[in-house]
């Protein structure tokens, strides 16, 4: 498998997915700002959309959407328990996360990364992505990942978009909860495996 990433990016969360799932995978940064590979292909080539991440699998096919991507990598080795299995309500409950995460989160970042974006409109995201962190916060008070005792993906896209605030101005340090799930998640082999990769970690 191929995995296209940008250091930093929403992609952190695929590759750390990869490293815990213990899959044999060949890491391609692809920079969000120049779009081009090591190689000097042109990544719009690979992806059309242009943003990462994107998998490749071994006979050509590929997924680009975050939780699609999770997923995925989750149901290849299901021992690790990286999601809920198939057809069970804790399942859904995994997509309920991600799809939260991916939305009401990750999506609420891209105004406060984009040039040019009015003052008016960063703050109105700051202040949505807050109330929503906050209720995040809230969820975490009686377990320590999202899904209750069991690390999943849902944890590792949380630990992604949660880097961002310090990026953006966003002062999330009141959010002990979040604060704590992070710490745990930043303690994990494969994590930092995936950071150290990424030139995250020294």
Known sequence: MKLYYSP???????????????????AIPAPTKTHQLPDGTDYYTINPLGYVPLLELDDGRRLREVPAILQYIADQVPAKQ????????ERYQLQEWLTFI???????????????????????????????????????????????????VADAYLFTVTNWPKLVGLDISNLANVAALRARVAERAAVQAAMRAEGLLK
Request: glycine share 8%; with cysteine; proline share 6%.
């Open 82 to 89: 990286l999601a809920p299995a198939n057809g069970t309500f």
């Open 102 to 152: 991916g939305i009401e989160l990750h999506k609420n970042f891209s105004p406060l990364f984009t040039p040019g974006m009015p003052e008016e409109a960063k703050q109105m995201s700051k202040d949505r992505l807050l109330a929503r962190l906050k209720w995040v916060d809230g969820e975490l008070a009686s377990k320590p990942y999202l899904m209750g005792a069991q690390f999943s």
């Open 8 to 26: 930093g990016a929403c992609s952190l969360s695929t590759h750390i997915a990869l490293q815990e799932a213990g899959l044999a995978f060949q």
